[in-house]
């Protein structure tokens, strides 16, 4: 749906609002359940008028109980609806991972049913500190049962939302907080992005950096600056952590032999470790040398912003990551 | 006169005994190692099981905790479904993968029992929500025990379930002990009804070992719920005959205190005293169903003990639907 200027795209979040409007207009059984979800259309305007258009059966207030909120969100998809919790920060979300974990995660294994369930969140280091920033996708993709979307622009937030919500399984979608106002083309009503599918942002000729979130952002940043310098990198956004898309993955790595895997969790038993493992035992010979990782290091996210900077991967430490590789 | 029916009688009788007789039963074959991982025994707590269900709609829905094998056969599901799920054969009620703690069938109404203490409130509250967002004739039923009373996610449900007058009723089977901890040693303000009422619901303390009592507060619950006033709490005392798992020696109460309860307030003698006075019931239809129950848990154990195991090659299946591309 391209609009005649960048300004009458839509938003980050309101890509989310306009996924969540044409499911609900295909499905009564979604519902949106949150805190100060109503009025203030959530704390990213993620939903704003939905309440206003559908009405309160489809826009629940709730207490701030995220135990609770997942709770009931998880009760009322066993029953055979499709919520969708709102969980605002996914820092919030350890109040209540007894509900996703032991419980959400596990049911179709146990009963045998279906757990149409979708828990937002934003993710991600920005202003905030230790208990607004976390990246806990890891922890996600690490549980069996549970699906992890990580979408890094419009297009796919509306894709990927369109499918959790027509998917039986529970869904962690992480929307990243520094991306929330950025502009950008979005789907029709039929356009919906397949989880396991990566996106290639930019074909490469020299090396590939396979990332996701708001760290495609500094990938895109990293590549102009290396076309200067006369190197062609290839990004690839996984958009899902799990499914994973393991065959663009291999192929990444055979076809370049120089891959860099980065994002802003802490890079200690993290996805970037997990793909950077299986592609390696899966492609050994194809590669020129170690598949390099960059991430956060393992600190809390500080209040300071240069500190909260400093954690995180730079457009310098991508480009560093990317030379490194091309050098082999 | 009694004012209980015939039928009523006779089938809440059979279905204590039920309870009794497969627990009895599970308890000697889970020291035989027979039982993968054991069984929580629901000994002496089969009247608040019984009077709860009796008092529901097939199609109302249960979650439940731990210890909940009474909760499930009163429910309707067959001994047969259940012990064979203790054995975790192929042919029990969650295809061997739930085991004794998690026995559930959605279509059924049963939301599952749960390994976590206080997360079938929780579940229960959700699917009240569903309930209620459908505008189905049904109530949800949590519940907990003396041991999930002091998790917050318990009382987060509720309070949810008081602000949106959802149709909840959250029975706390309360056997007076968590694990080997005696309830009072553990619980602020004593009384637990005495919580519900800060939270702005009605909570009632009842005889759990009444069947029939625990069968009215129930249903008088049910009704409020259908009648879209909300949610109730109902705090039914019982005790358990055995520990908290099978084979405990604890040291944490007496054998006499044991032999009070099972002398002077069983459930089972409660009411078989009741329904011989007020002419339901005669000694030998007693003893018929004493039998006839015996039969059906010897026949569920022997098709427990027959069932395949399940196929080790379906470790992967079911962990997600596939749908999304998952392997």
């Known amino acids: 749906m391209t609009t005649s200027t960048q300004n009458q795209n839509p938003t980050y979040s309101e890509a989310f609002q306009s996924g969540v409007r044409e499911e609900i207009y295909r499905n009564r059984d979604i519902f949106i359940l949150g805190t100060d979800l109503i009025e203030r259309g959530g704390h990213f305007a993620q939903v704003k008028g939905i309440a206003q258009e559908f009405g309160f059966q489809h826009v629940k207030d709730s207490p701030i109980s995220e135990a609770a909120m997942v709770s009931a969100g998880l009760g009322a998809a066993m029953y055979g609806l499709h919520p969708i919790i709102d969980l605002n920060f996914i820092d919030f979300s350890l109040g209540a991972m007894d509900e996703i974990i032991n419980q959400?995660?596990?049911?179709?294994?146990?009963?045998?049913?279906?757990?149409?369930?979708?828990?937002?969140?934003?993710?991600?280091?920005?202003?905030?500190?230790?208990?607004h920033c976390n990246s806990l996708e890891s922890l996600f993709a690490h549980t069996a049962g549970l699906a992890v979307a990580v979408p890094s622009n419009a297009w796919d937030v509306k894709g990927l939302i369109k499918t959790a919500l027509r998917s039986?399984?529970?869904?962690i979608f992480l929307m990243h907080k520094k991306l929330s106002g950025v502009r950008g083309e979005i789907g029709d009503e039929n356009t919906l992005i397949p989880f396991g599918k990566a996106r290639t942002v930019k074909e490469g000729k020299h090396a590939a950096i396979i990332t996701y979130g708001f760290t495609v952002v500094t990938a895109q940043k990293a590549a102009v600056a290396l076309a200067s310098e006369g190197i062609d990198v290839e990004i690839i956004d996984l958009r899902t952590l799990y499914p994973l898309d393991t065959d663009a993955i291999n192929s990444a790595v055979q076809r370049f032999g120089r891959v860099v895997v980065a994002d802003e969790a802490p890079m200690f038993g993290s996805i970037t470790a997990e793909i950077a493992a299986t592609a390696t035992e899966a492609?050994?010979?194809?590669?020129?040398?170690?598949?390099?990782r960059i991430g956060s290091v393992r600190a809390p996210i500080s209040a300071n912003p240069g500190m909260s900077e400093a954690a995180i991967p730079s457009v310098?430490?991508?480009?560093?990551?990317?030379?490194?590789?091309?050098?082999? | 006169m009694s004012n209980l029916s015939k039928e009523w009688a006779h089938s809440s009788l059979r279905g204590m005994m039920l309870i009794r007789e497969f627990e009895e039963t599970a308890d000697k074959l889970s020291l035989r190692g027979k039982i993968p991982g054991g069984i929580h025994n629901s000994s002496g707590q089969e009247a608040v099981a019984v009077g709860v269900l009796s008092a529901l709609d097939p199609l109302d829905v249960i979650a439940t905790t731990h210890r909940s094998h009474h909760h499930?056969?009163?429910?309707?599901?067959?001994a047969r479904e259940v012990m064979a799920e203790l054995f975790t054969k192929s042919t029990g009620v969650s295809r061997g993968r739930g085991g004794s703690m998690h026995l559930g069938d959605f279509h059924r109404g049963h939301?599952?029992?749960n390994g976590i203490v206080g997360a079938g409130v929780g579940i229960a509250m959700g699917a009240a929500l569903g309930i209620q967002q459908r505008g189905d004739a049904k109530v949800s039923v949590g519940f907990v025990g003396d041991g999930g009373v002091n998790t917050g996610r318990t009382?987060?449900?509720?309070n949810m379930a008081v602000i949106w007058k959802l149709p909840l009723i959250v029975i706390i089977d309360n056997n007076q002990y968590a694990v080997e901890t005696f309830v009072d040693r553990v619980t602020g303000g004593g009384d637990i009804a005495k919580r519900g009422e800060g939270f702005g619901l009605p909570s009632y303390t009842i005889n759990g070992q009444d069947v029939v009592e625990v069968n009215e507060y129930t249903a008088k619950a049910r009704q409020r719920a259908l009648a879209g006033e909300g949610p109730t709490i109902i705090n039914a005392l019982t005790y358990r005959y055995y520990g908290h798992n099978v084979g405990e020696k604890g040291q944490y109460r007496t054998q006499d205190e044991i032999l009070?309860?099972?002398?002077?307030?069983?459930?089972?003698?409660?009411?078989?005293?009741?329904?011989?006075?007020?002419?339901?019931?005669?000694?030998?239809?007693?003893?018929?169903?004493?039998?006839?129950?015996k039969k059906e848990v010897e026949d569920a154990v022997d098709f427990a003990e027959k069932s395949p195991q399940p196929d080790l090659n379906s470790i992967l299946v079911d962990v997600d639907s596939g749908l999304l591309g998952g392997k």
């Open chain 1, 316 to 328: 310098d430490a991508m480009i560093a990551a990317v030379k490194k590789v091309v050098a082999y």
């Open chain 2, 260 to 293: 009070d309860w099972k002398t002077n307030r069983d459930p089972i003698d409660l009411f078989i005293a009741r329904a011989t006075s007020e002419g339901l019931i005669t000694d030998s239809e007693v003893a018929a169903l004493r039998d006839d129950v």
């Open chain 2, 155 to 158: 009382w987060e449900a509720i």
């Open chain 1, 104 to 131: 959400a995660a596990k049911i179709r294994f146990m009963f045998g049913q279906p757990v149409p369930l979708v828990i937002r969140a934003t993710s991600g280091t920005a202003l905030g500190g230790a208990h």
């Open chain 1, 168 to 171: 039986p399984d529970p869904v």
């Open chain 2, 111 to 113: 939301f599952g029992g």
């Open chain 2, 72 to 78: 499930t056969l009163a429910k309707g599901f067959s």
């Open chain 1, 283 to 292: 492609n050994f010979g194809s590669l020129k040398g170690p598949i390099v």
